[in-house]
């Protein structure tokens, strides 16, 4: 029996404690690899150049800019998109980048499981 590959993950999240949940809930699933954590767009963008990740976990609000920022000045790619805010507002503009789900904060971790599972069945 061969295992299928898991899916790279890149999580660009500024609130650490929220960065480190996300961690641990993400390295229960063997279907998905953490590459790296960002928690600003410029590190993101760098590691996304580097790196061709499977999945974002994107916040909106970063120091730097938002997660908008990123999808806008990354390479062209395959990459889905999970965003996560507090912010209930952003999300027909997030529909436009047609993400996979919009989970808001405080994260349910039934719902980002839910949403995982998006993932991994398209």
Do not use: W
């Not at 279907?31 to 976990?57: M, Q, W, Y």
């Not at 938002?66 to 912010?87: S, Y």
């Not at 436009?96 to 039934?110: Q, W």
């Amino acid at each position: 029996m061969q295992l299928s590959p898991s899916l790279s993950v890149i999580i660009v999240e500024d609130q650490p404690a929220i960065l480190h949940h996300l961690e641990y809930l993400l390295q229960l699933d063997p279907a998905f690899h953490i590459i790296g954590s960002c928690r600003t767009v410029k590190e993101a963008l760098a590691l996304i150049k580097i790196s061709n990740p499977d999945l974002l976990l994107l916040d909106i609000g970063l120091p730097d800019g938002t997660g908008f920022d990123v999808l806008e000045q990354m390479p062209p790619a395959d990459t889905k998109v999970i965003f996560l805010t507090a912010h209930q507002e952003h999300i027909t503009r997030a529909m436009e980048y047609n993400a996979v789900d919009y989970l808001l904060k405080p994260l349910d971790e039934e719902e980002f499981k839910k949403a995982l599972k998006k993932v991994t069945s398209t």
